[in-house]
């Protein structure tokens, strides 16, 4: 193992957490940038002795695609609970869907997980992995099978495809 590898096992998570340290502090002054990238690199350290398992994408332009797909729903999303709270809290229907389904990975379910706690109007409550249940909270729930058939269609059915 080479010693850059061994200081420094997951480039990547140590500049994204250098990154968010710098978002999140608004500064770029020198004390600041050095203490995020010995943050970054300390806890990417810290996360490799848990000696997480690889992820295996299988399909870079699908996932592209399904990030574009979920940045968009996500600024619709934000329309329409702004349109919700200026309408007023007596027009909301809200409810819990549970969603049957197919996707078993962990990174594909972690993703899911993010997808929909993301999106505005939306929460993952709790996931049954013996059934392989998804259960939701929707703010403005009309119909729980236009529900299930979107997050079945428009994620599942793509994380399936990019993880397992």
Known sequence: MS???RW????????????IWLVLNQ?????????????GVALARVFGLLHPP??????YPLAAR????????????NFAVARLILRGA???HSGFVAIPLALTDRYGLAVLACIITSTPGTIWVSYDPAANVLLIH???????????????????????????
Request: cysteine-free; hydrophobic content about 50%; aromatic content about 6%.
């Open 54 to 59: 690889k992820a295996r994408i299988r399909n």
């Open 3 to 5: 010693l850059l590898r």
């Open 66 to 77: 399904l990030l574009l797909r979920v940045v968009y729903d996500i600024v619709r999303s």
């Open 138 to 164: 929707v703010l403005d729930l009309v119909d729980e099978a236009t529900w299930i058939g979107t997050i079945q269609q428009r994620y599942e059915r793509p994380l399936l495809e990019i993880f397992q």
């Open 8 to 19: 420094l096992p997951y480039p990547l998570l140590s500049a994204l957490l250098a990154l």
């Open 90 to 92: 007596g027009q909301v």
């Open 27 to 39: 500064s770029l002054s020198p004390g600041t940038v050095l203490l995020g990238m010995v943050l």
